[in-house]
């Protein structure tokens, strides 16, 4: 199935305020609330059910040699159709 970008940013900031945007994330949630995503002009608004799948992967793009880039990638996924119930794996613990 083709993937269809609705909305991307990437941007520097500092760890604070990333900080500060995931938690706006992680409060919607609480909250049971859409997440809407602005950037300039463009806008998208989401609305996650109950239990989506959380996917949380720590990766090294490029050598092998300690001089790749790192990164820490976060994603919730759901089935438009039936709004997503997922099971994974083992529980998730981020300390």
Same mark, same amino acid.
Request: net charge negative; hydrophobic share 35%.
């Given at each position: 199935?083709?993937e /269809? =970008?609705?909305f991307?940013?990437?941007? =520097?900031h500092?760890? +604070?305020e @990333? #900080?500060s945007?995931?938690r706006? =994330? #992680?409060?919607?949630?609480?909250d049971g ?5 602005? #950037?300039?002009?463009?806008s998208?608004?989401?609305e996650?059910? #109950?239990?989506p799948t959380?996917? =949380?992967?720590?990766e090294?793009? +490029?050598?092998?040699?300690? *001089?790749?880039?790192?990164? @820490? /990638? ?5 089935? /438009?159709a039936?709004?997503?119930?997922g099971e994974?794996? +083992? *529980?998730?613990?981020? /300390?």
């Amino acid at each position: 199935m083709p993937e /269809e =970008v609705l909305f991307k940013s990437e941007n =520097v900031h500092s760890r +604070g305020e @990333i #900080a500060s945007l995931l938690r706006r =994330v #992680a409060d919607n949630l609480d909250d049971g609330e859409a997440i809407t995503l602005k #950037a300039g002009s463009e806008s998208v608004t989401l609305e996650p059910p #109950a239990r989506p799948t959380f996917e =949380v992967k720590a990766e090294r793009e +490029g050598p092998a040699d300690g *001089r790749g880039e790192l990164s @820490i /990638e976060f994603e919730l996924e759901w089935d /438009e159709a039936d709004g997503g119930d997922g099971e994974g794996g +083992g *529980r998730l613990e981020i /300390e």
